[in-house]
């Protein structure tokens, strides 16, 4: 991409509190380019509302989340174009084929490739073959890989990725796998939750064990 | 210091009343004594009206400076100004009867203040029905704002539905050649509402208060808490 | 941004044509509702006249509501609305998109579909013009303030009531002067400038503070 | 049977109350509506007797439109629906049971609230005693083919939306004998009998056969 | 429950035609008390499929469905009584709240356990302090827990699970292992699929491997 220049994404003090209950309070995370983030802990420990909170989607009671040393809520979109969220839910609209989901999310992301490429990605993706069906016809793991396919044509910098390898057979982990391994290789960032033991084969791999 | 506006709000509802019903000379005696209704009626419908605004007020605060307490008064400003509202409209309609024979006329002032009970109930049910705390007094709160810039539109409106000849606005205000001591009643009655709102809203965001720090320690302190628990 | 606009646009469209029962549901009631009156008042010609302004904008009001609640329910359900709120560009482009899809597929066939309304309330030409442009005028408010409360329900159950009861009473001014103007044409041949003009200004204020009110809603909602 | 019968209603009615305001915003929902109509229309007392029925039904109209995605759409998204198909017990109940719940929440309030409507539009006692009547009767059947529309745009297969589109028609009948009937007792003081018998003829017969093709689109959306 | 007699459920030359693509054709499987069946294959192969061909929820092109020797079809509600099927979709209402859920889908299965046995079955799936949140406020894995804790109150004969370990976290997956296991010792019966490789260790096991 442009510049894989060195960035950091720097949480400091955060504390979240959802409804009664105070997930977690006063915790500090720093992500640098190359680095690759893997947030572990049981269900309900508040992985989804962490990586939420650094996306900028929800706004943690105490603390300060900075982008490069800039705090994110000050530059807004500038953080946004550098982002790429994929959260539990697929963002797909199962009225729409796989190829117009993927040109939507596309656009929303302020990337318009032409259809040659998008067809492309859909068939590295694994969906040769259905991307004129309406999501609705499709199976759950292909749903997800619908939503994934994105991480194909997008290299925004920073990626955060909830539960990702969910629903997804043997074959699809291991590409998933692979491509994150690339993009960290290639001083991308990544941040990411999963509850299936998967071999995360980079340098740069950083857990964070949340709940303790 | 809830007891501070409750107890001379008291002490003049009653003396405002006793004032308007039976101190005040027999005068409108085409209305004979229906018309001491205005002695609720009208400071009803005043009230009404500037708690409205007094809510985006809060509002206004709370957006802006994001503080925590002007969300909690206006949210419990809100059903006094509700009550208020309706008491307006159904002592309006009670009169309504009395003197012109209908319970509802679809007369520009009762109209609006119709759809400003709307409006309260809306902002009402908003709040009730999110409960995520923090969602519902900013949402409300947006709610307020849109209200404020919409409320003074659809008056004009209403009073004037026609713009070419706009005579609807401001009809039938009698206030000058009103009694002096009918309208000092009235005065009365105004600000013995006006204390009461202080008292309710203060009393109600007192328990706001409390509900939403429960966890905090200061609560834990307090006198009746403590023998509660204890 | 011009370009996320029309994307966005255009998926709404298709997305309504893909389920076409909506478009056809906010069409079938409009005109249910007109049909109703004659069939419950009986076809006096100076009664039909009376009502027509009236009865016209408020089925407008209440048809243009129907899809209202499905305005930003789905994206949200599905996880699309995250995304928006992720997009490099303000979010009030987004919803400025929306609001417009949304207008497209509600407003605009209304004032397709008035002229049967004039054919059926046997108005004169004259009148069924000024229907149209009071509809063509007034409608877009409509989406606009509508976009406002679907921001502040979302995800609220039985979002669709409360959705009517908070927009409603907004709705009144373009209701007041969008009948105003037509019954003008109609009754007395008053001037019907002033009405557009108020309207239009009603229009234009809805379209400079709506869409804030409805982003800020928005990222209420989403967290 | 009848014990599931009472679990689905019950569930039906706690979902509705889960948010306390709800009901109310129904009434709150019909008032407003109601007073829309004079504010586009003008006040003058005979046409808001003419108006009054026309007002009433469309009210109970909009309302159970409004109500009608939340019947089996959500259920429908998080697999609920899937659920109910293996109960032990024959679909048919399932479905009499939300037809039922959806009516106490949309039907039962408008007939409830009637009586101001009555006022506001400066109607005799046995007229409002008739409009109540109506409604009662006829709002029934709105639930009823309501369900059948849902039930068919669920899946949304191609073949669904005609099919709800042939189904919408049938609201009308009981419009015109309802609005009819408030008619007749209203203008001139004929016999209503007439219409109460068609109208309570029209609900049963959708009763009747309404649980059955209902639950026949169910399992045709679910597959 | 009533009676672990042996019960066999069997499929004859099943053949399901989604769109225009010809699943499987001319499947035979069968399952009796006791056994496990594990479904494995590709993402879009015809597990789901075929999971819900099996309870009769989708009805196959060609083939033949019984249950001890009837034609599931002809017996209908005898065998949903039997029956217990978990889906991809969680089955609960976001505005309730767990037990509310959990009452809920119990009616369903004709099941109305009084509120003691509900409060104990959710803190079997580790849902204690969440029982009174609206469900909306539960985490993903959380809310899985939900869908899943039926299992703990229904003792249908057959159980049909569609990936239930998705989003568990390792301690609930362990957790719903021993279930599973405990329910096929007591000769009940489970289909499952899933794409985890989780040690289902459990004597009566058997794989089907789809699309090959
Ligand atoms: C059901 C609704 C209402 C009815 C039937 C009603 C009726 C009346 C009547 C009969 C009077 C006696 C004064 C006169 O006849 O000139 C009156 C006075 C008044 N009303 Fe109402 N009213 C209603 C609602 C309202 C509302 C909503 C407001 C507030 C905006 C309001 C404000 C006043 C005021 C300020 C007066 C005293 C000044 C005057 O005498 O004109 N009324 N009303
Ligand atoms: N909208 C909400 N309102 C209130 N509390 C919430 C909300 N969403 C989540 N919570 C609470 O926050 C906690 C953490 O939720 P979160 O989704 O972050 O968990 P998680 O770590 O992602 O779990 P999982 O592994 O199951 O996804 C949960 O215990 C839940 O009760
Ligand atoms: N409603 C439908 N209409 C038409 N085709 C469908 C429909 N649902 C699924 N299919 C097709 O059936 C095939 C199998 O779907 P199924 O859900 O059974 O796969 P699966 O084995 O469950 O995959 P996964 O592991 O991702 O859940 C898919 O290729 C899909 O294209
Ligand atoms: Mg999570
Ligand atoms: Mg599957």
């Given at each position: 991409m442009a510049d894989m220049t060195d960035a950091v994404l720097q949480a400091e003090g955060l504390t979240c509190i959802r409804g009664d209950r105070c997930l977690f309070s006063g915790l500090s995370v720093s992500v640098r380019s190359g680095e690759l983030l893997y947030l572990q802990g049981a269900n309900g420990v508040g992985k989804t509302t962490l990586l939420r909170a650094l996306c900028g989607l929800f706004h943690p009671d105490e603390g300060q989340i900075s982008w490069n040393g800039r705090p994110i809520k000050a530059i807004g979109e500038e953080f946004f174009s550098r982002l790429l969220y994929i959260g539990h839910q697929s963002a797909i609209k199962l009225e729409f084929t796989p190829l117009e989901n993927l040109r939507i999310s596309c656009a929303l992301d302020g990337l318009y490739p032409e259809d040659g490429v998008l067809w492309h990605v859909l068939e590295r993706a694994g969906l040769r073959g259905f991307e004129d069906l309406p999501a609705r016809m499709l199976s759950q793991g292909q749903k997800k890989r619908v939503g994934l396919a994105r991480l194909f044509v997008n290299d925004a910098l920073l990626w955060v990725l909830d539960e990702p390898f969910n629903g997804l057979d043997a074959g699809a982990v291991e590409m998933l796998q692979e491509v994150i391994s690339r993009h960290v290789a290639k001083r991308g960032m990544v941040i990411l939750t999963t509850h299936q033991e998967v071999p995360l084969a980079s340098d740069g791999l950083r857990c964070l064990r949340l709940g303790e | 210091m809830v007891p501070w506006f409750a107890v001379p709000a008291i002490l003049l509802t009653i003396g405002g009343l006793y004032w308007g019903f039976f101190?005040?000379?027999?005068?409108l005696s085409d209305q004979k004594?229906?018309?001491?209704i205005i002695f609720v009626h009208v400071p009803a419908a005043w009230m009404s009206m500037w708690l409205y605004v007094v809510i985006a007020g809060w509002s206004l605060v709370g957006l802006v400076f994001n503080t925590r307490l002007s969300f909690m008064m206006a949210a419990s400003t809100a059903p006094t100004g509700a009550i208020f509202t309706f008491l307006a409209l159904w002592t309006g309609a009670f009169w309504g009867k009395t003197s012109w024979g209908t319970w509802w006329d679809w007369d520009p002032r009762m109209t609006s203040e119709l759809i400003l009970l709307f409006l309260y109930i809306g902002y009402m049910a908003l709040h009730s029905a999110i409960d995520d705390v923090r969602r519902a007094d900013r949402a409300s709160a947006v709610l307020a704002m849109v209200g404020l810039f919409a409320v003074p539109i659809i008056y004009y409106s209403v009073n004037c539905p026609d713009p070419n000849q706009c005579t609807a606005l401001h009809q039938r205000s009698s206030m000058e050649y009103m009694e002096s001591n009918i309208l000092w009643s009235m005065l009365t009655m105004t600000l013995a509402f006006w204390l009461y709102g202080f008292a309710v809203i203060l009393k109600r965001v007192r328990s706001i208060i409390l509900e939403r720090e429960k966890y905090t320690e200061w609560v834990n302190e307090l006198p009746e808490i403590r023998s509660q628990q204890g | 941004m011009w370009r996320l606009f029309k994307t966005i646009v255009s998926r709404d469209l298709l997305l309504a044509f893909r389920r076409r029962a909506e478009i056809l549901m906010t069409l079938f009631f409009f005109v249910v509702v007109i049909s109703l009156f004659p069939l419950g008042i009986g076809t006096d010609k100076q009664i039909l006249l009376r009502i027509a302004p009236g009865v016209a904008w408020v089925a407008a009001l209440l048809a243009s509501m129907l899809l209202l609640e499905r305005l930003f329910a789905a994206d949200y359900l599905d996880g699309t609305l995250e995304q928006m709120l992720l997009t490099p560009q303000p979010l009030s482009v987004v919803v400025m998109a929306k609001v417009c899809a949304h207008w497209l597929l509600t407003g605009l066939p209304l004032v397709l579909i008035s002229p049967l309304v004039a054919l059926q309330y046997r108005l004169g030409d004259e009148q069924m013009i000024s229907m149209m442009l009071s509809l063509l005028l007034g409608t877009p408010a409509l989406s606009m303030i509508g976009a406002i409360g679907a921001a502040l329900t979302l995800g609220l159950r039985g979002g669709g009531i409360l959705l009517s009861l908070l927009i409603l009473p907004l709705y009144i001014p373009a209701l007041i002067y969008g009948a105003g103007a037509i019954t003008a044409s109609v009754v007395a041949n008053a001037p019907e400038q002033a009405y557009y003009m108020l309207l239009g200004a009603f229009t234009v204020l809805s379209m400079a503070l709506g869409p804030w009110a409805a982003s800020a809603a928005l990222r209420l909602a989403l967290e």
């Open positions: - | 101190q005040t000379p027999n005068v004594q229906y018309y001491r | -």
